[in-house]
């Protein structure tokens, strides 16, 4: 026997993937404990091998772009494989698209956070369309007569594929188109032109550098007016039935998120409605905006899960140097210090879908950057390190690791990178005192429970930053936050494996670094995949 194969870890299939422990708390505690059996039965179907297929296949076999049609027709449409048409049946099944704007049960948006989490961790590129349906709903209320007409079917759960009239079909997916070659997050520097037309519409010129989703039925676009930058609808079918102006020069060849198709659309006398004044265009997709940023947080929560399940999988099945490497310290401490991290983003992303059920609009106006900037970081620095628990077994395609990893830094890009996200903080602390107060109060909320968590929190009431400080300030505030969400509500061991390290200064700088006396074992026990 030369083939014998042994001591290799069994495929993670065939589990609950909403069986998390943090998740479900967070969910009845955040307004939504009616969600929890849907939230296992969406769970149970994620963590099934079929779905699993989907996410690869529409990963493998990428979308398409055709231009023409076999007679010459221009026709700008993006073939997908049926896989992904399957995640998206599922996603807007499920009420992941619009349909919290529709529900008027208490939590709505926490049970659409969560089913979110849950389902991205089987693939995360169909998740954009996903993610800026939902967040255009209140956008387009900027207009009321727009939003009359098409948000009954933004919030439909009905996933109707195909460039038809809108008011046609069971449902609609949206996107947008704000980026431009020239300009990328700094939006005024756009040069798409808008003009009206005497029938009340406008016409756009001009070329968008990131446009993902191409195939949505509607995009929210950004561009000149005569008074300045302005935010403007754009269906693909007009109204009559005939097709917009929406030539599509070309799909990006992107790092990651391959299933998704990310192209450069061309308007030349586009047809557009206005959304908001004219002028003032950041300021109404700014709320657009701020729902995608929240997406962010979440689904890079779920990315760091997703990628923490697959390592303790595999370390409780794979042996080495004479036993399970999970039961090994120097491992079982990066495990546990990776599932601390993943409990941490998972609090914070479900604390800030409690504030938009809740309107709790002062404290996400600082929170919701904070998150999307210091979650979104740990994503990649967390996923390889789990790659590595697998070895070379986690670096081939066979398995989920490379496509987690690959996915793992666009939701720092997505939305305002990084310093766009730090800025906006030092932003809101400058300008906004209220943002501020609220913040401090919800991390207050834990004071007295640990003292390094109340010696970060009264530091970061004595900090005066300049744009200098602006990546440290968000970090800390980050920080504080999370430490604040753990010391209330996870077990013992993981809030003080957290303020040990991540406030306390006692950690290294890797993952495996929790102190001596760490409970590791309970840790990783809670973390692990049911």
């Given at each position: 026997m030369t083939h014998e194969v042994f001591n290799q870890a069994p495929p993670l299939v065939d589990y609950d993937v909403s069986a998390d422990a943090a998740l479900l708390a967070a969910v009845a505690r955040e307004g939504a404990p009616w969600a929890v059996g849907d939230l296992h039965r969406l769970g149970k179907l994620a963590g099934t091998a079929e779905p699993q297929r989907w996410a690869d296949e529409a990963n493998r076999y990428e979308p398409r772009l055709l231009t023409h049609d076999r007679y010459g027709h221009r026709v700008d449409e993006v073939e997908f494989h049926p896989s992904w048409h399957r995640l998206m049946e599922v996603a807007v099944a499920e009420g992941l698209a619009g349909a919290p704007w529709a529900d008027t049960r208490p939590g709505a948006h926490v049970?659409?956070?969560a089913g979110v989490f849950v389902w991205s961790q089987v693939e995360a590129g169909h998740?954009?369309?996903?993610?800026?349906?939902?967040?255009?709903v209140p956008a387009l209320r900027h207009n009321s007569d727009l939003s009359g007409v098409y948000e009954p079917l933004l919030t439909a759960k009905t996933y109707d594929f195909g460039l038809r009239t809108p008011t046609a079909k069971r449902g609609l997916i949206a996107g947008m188109g704000m980026t431009e070659k020239q300009g990328g997050s700094d939006v005024r520097a756009n040069t798409t032109k808008a003009e009206k037309s005497g029938d009340g519409t406008y016409r756009l010129t001009g070329h968008k550098w990131f446009t993902s989703a191409p195939m949505s039925d509607l995009f929210l676009v950004l561009a000149q007016a005569e008074s300045g930058l302005s935010c403007f609808l754009v269906p693909r079918v007009l109204p009559d039935g005939t097709r917009n102006v929406f030539r599509i020069q070309r799909l990006k060849d992107k790092l990651g998120n391959r299933s998704n198709a990310s192209s450069e659309p061309e308007f030349d006398g586009t047809t557009a409605w206005l959304v908001g004044p004219e002028g003032q265009g950041v300021r109404t997709i700014i709320e657009m905006v701020a729902m995608t940023r929240l997406d962010c947080v979440i689904g890079s929560a779920s990315g760091m899960r997703a990628a923490l399940s697959q390592a303790i999988h595999h370390t409780r099945h794979r042996s080495a140097f004479g036993g399970l490497l999970a039961d090994k310290p120097v491992m079982r401490n990066v495990l546990a210090d990776m599932a601390v991290e993943s409990e941490a983003a998972t609090l914070l992303a479900m604390r800030l879908a409690g504030a938009v059920d809740r309107?709790?609009?002062?404290?996400?106006?600082?929170a919701v950057a904070v998150g999307k900037f210091w979650v979104?970081?740990?994503?990649?620095?967390?996923?390889?390190?789990?790659?590595?628990?697998?070895?070379?077994?986690?670096?081939?395609?066979?398995?989920?690791?490379p496509r987690l990893y690959r996915d793992a830094p666009l939701n720092s890009i997505w939305e305002g990178s990084g310093n766009v996200q730090a800025l906006d903080v030092l932003r809101t602390l400058r300008k906004e005192p209220d943002a501020l107060a609220a913040f401090l109060a919800e991390a207050e909320t834990a004071a007295g429970a640990d003292r390094r968590l109340d010696a970060a929190v009264t530091a970061l009431k004595n900090e005066r930053p300049d744009e200098v400080d602006a990546r440290r300030v968000a970090e800390r505030l980050a920080l504080v936050l999370q430490g604040s969400l753990l010391v209330r509500h996870s077990p013992p061991e993981v809030a003080d494996a957290f303020c040990a390290t991540r406030l306390g200064g006692d950690w290294g700088h890797t993952f495996g670094t929790l102190p001596r006396g760490a409970d590791t074992t309970a840790i990783v026990d809670r973390a692990a995949p049911a």
């Open positions: 049970a659409r956070a998740i954009c369309p996903i993610s800026m349906t939902y967040a255009v309107g709790e609009q002062a404290f996400q106006r600082l979104c970081k740990r994503q990649p620095v967390l996923v390889g390190e789990a790659l590595e628990c697998l070895g070379g077994n986690g670096y081939v395609e066979d398995s989920q690791m």
